[in-house]
């Protein structure tokens, strides 16, 4: 077994660690298959297994460095037996460097300066609108709770835009392999040119980022990141949160300043006397917020289109220059695979999604996580014999 072990992993893996844990619905050595089956009635068991994975997360924060696998058996008083498997080990660099290579403990894009520049604009630009919305409140033109409201907005829409630089978009590693059922299914699979790897559906190799990045949409300045599967969520909130602080931006301007004088146009008592100051401030945002308002807008169309069809903005360039790409046929996204399996209330918080099916999800596996799996699928059971006393 050792052996086995050094052949799969080709190098020790001790020093790694995985951002978020994998949940995966495998074939197990003797055919069988871990079921993994949500239903309406399943809700409340969906978020304890959620919770738990939580748990995990928090657990292998507390003991930084600390690999760890686990299984969550399934409900015996459940009817549908499903099950779940949980393969919480840790595989991303340790190190602290930032970057986009595979040694880079931290994601970071630092080769494009430029988008540098327009992602901290961003920045700017949402600090400078609350600042801005606080500044007419504290005149006594505004209510503190609509001030409150819309800075509770742009923090949200702050959060959103580091979780979607700073998080891996869906980076390929060399040492990728195609998911099980891929290999049943297909029997080509493409190489990427560039990384000389396993590139998998959807997936396209970045020059900025010099990644191949598994569904990818596009590289987006704004975000100085590409967009991919593990950070869709992130990006897709990030425009929703800019779009309500620009249209509640607008409003607020709108019926105190625009329209001050339509609303008291019979009092006198210098209700729309404004300083110099607060006058440049709301002309400026102003200006922000329509044009961000617009260009958000459209983003939003855009990703809602490649959410129903199932088709990126690259692919969808590609068709359209009649490129066949890789001959994927495009289905719609369901929901989970964007925002994961957590509760609903979880999809507006700029937190990880942990996914149903992980390695299905970003469209590859690793020789290591085969190998972990085969291992502990053998332990519990599942080749004719349990050495943990349960099976799964």
Same mark, same amino acid.
């Given at each position: 077994q050792a052996a086995d072990?050094?052949?799969?992993?080709?190098?020790?893996?001790?020093?790694?660690?995985?951002?978020?844990?994998?949940?995966?619905?495998?074939e197990a050595v003797d055919g069988r298959k871990l079921r993994l089956r949500i239903g309406w009635k399943g809700r409340f068991r969906t978020s304890v297994v959620w919770a738990k994975i939580r748990l995990f997360r928090l657990g292998e924060r507390c003991f930084y460095g600390r690999n760890s696998d686990a299984v969550i058996d399934s409900d015996p008083d459940d009817p549908l037996g499903r099950e779940y498997y949980l393969d919480a080990h840790n595989e991303h660099p340790s190190g602290f460097s930032c970057g986009t290579s595979e040694g880079s403990g931290i994601w970071m894009n630092t080769s494009d300066q430029a988008g540098t520049l327009m992602s901290f604009s961003v920045w700017l630009a949402l600090i400078y609108g609350a600042f801005?919305?606080?500044?007419?409140?504290?005149?006594?033109?505004?209510?503190?709770?609509?001030?409150?409201?819309?800075?509770?907005?742009?923090t949200l829409a702050l959060a959103s835009h580091a979780k979607t630089s700073f998080t891996d978009p869906g980076s390929v590693p060399k040492c990728a392999v195609p998911v099980e059922d891929e290999t049943r299914q297909i029997t080509?699979?493409?190489?990427?040119?560039?990384?000389?790897?396993?590139?998998?559906?959807?997936?396209?190799?970045?020059?900025?980022?010099?990644?191949?990045v598994s569904r990818m949409d596009h590289h987006c300045p704004w975000m100085n990141n590409c967009i991919g599967a593990a950070n869709l969520k992130h990006f897709i909130l990030f425009l929703i949160y800019t779009w309500i602080a620009s249209g509640l931006a607008l409003v607020v301007f709108a019926l105190n300043y625009f329209l001050c004088h339509f609303f008291h146009r019979n009092v006198?008592?210098?209700?729309?006397?404004?300083?110099?100051? &607060? /006058?440049?401030?709301?002309? +400026?945002?102003?200006?922000?917020?329509?044009s961000s308002l617009l260009f958000v807008s459209s983003m939003i169309v855009n990703v809602a289109f490649g959410l129903v069809t199932g088709t990126g903005t690259i692919d969808r360039m590609k068709?359209?220059?009649?490129?066949?790409?890789?001959?994927?046929?495009?289905?719609?996204?369901?929901?989970?695979d964007v925002f994961g399996m957590g509760p609903v209330w979880t999809w507006p918080l700029p937190i990880d999604p942990v996914f149903r099916d992980h390695d299905a999800v970003l469209g590859f596996s690793t020789p290591q996580r085969l190998l972990r799996?085969? &291992? /502990?699928?053998?332990?519990? +059971?599942?080749?004719?014999?349990?050495?943990?006393?349960?099976?799964?």
């Open positions: 072990a050094a052949s799969f992993h080709g190098g020790d893996d001790d020093s790694t660690f995985e951002s978020f844990p994998q949940i995966r619905r495998r801005t919305v606080v500044l007419v409140s504290e005149q006594g033109r505004l209510p503190p709770v609509v001030a409150m409201t819309y800075c509770t907005i742009c080509f699979h493409a190489m990427c040119s560039q990384c000389q790897s396993f590139k998998p559906q959807n997936c396209h190799h970045c020059r900025i980022c010099d990644r191949c006198n008592d210098g209700t729309c006397q404004f300083s110099p100051v &607060l /006058q440049t401030l709301v002309r +400026g945002m102003t200006v922000v917020a329509i068709r359209n220059a009649g490129i066949n790409g890789d001959g994927a046929e495009p289905a719609p996204l369901h929901p989970e799996e085969r &291992l /502990q699928l053998g332990d519990v +059971g599942c080749e004719g014999h349990s050495d943990a006393g349960h099976n799964v």
